[in-house]
C-alpha cells in the first residue's frame, strides 16, 4: 500500500529531526544518511506499510542501520 505523498512530505522531516537528536549529529548528516537509507526505501515505496510505522519506531530502524555501517 502506497501512502499519501503529503503525509509522507510531513513524516521525513519529523524522522530526520529525530534521528538527529538520537544521533547527536546536524540536519544535514541526517539529511544525507535517510535519503541514501533501505528504511527511506522501504518507506517510500510503501513495503510492509512501513509509512504506517510511528516515528520512534522508523528512527530506531535508522540507528540500526546507521550502527551496521
Known amino acids: 500500500m502506497n501512502a499519501n505523498p503529503n503525509l ?16 547527536g549529529v546536524g540536519y544535514d548528516t ?10 527511506y526505501k522501504l518507506i517510500s515505496e510503501g513495503v510492509a506499510d512501513m509509512h504506517c510505522m510511528s516515528d520512534e519506531y522508523l528512527v530506531a530502524e535508522l540507528l540500526v542501520e546507521y550502527d551496521a555501517k
Open 8 to 23: 509522507l512530505h510531513k513524516k521525513y522531516p519529523r524522522l530526520i529531526e529525530l534521528f538527529a537528536k538520537k544521533l
Open 30 to 39: 541526517a539529511l544525507d544518511f535517510f535519503y541514501k537509507s533501505e528504511t
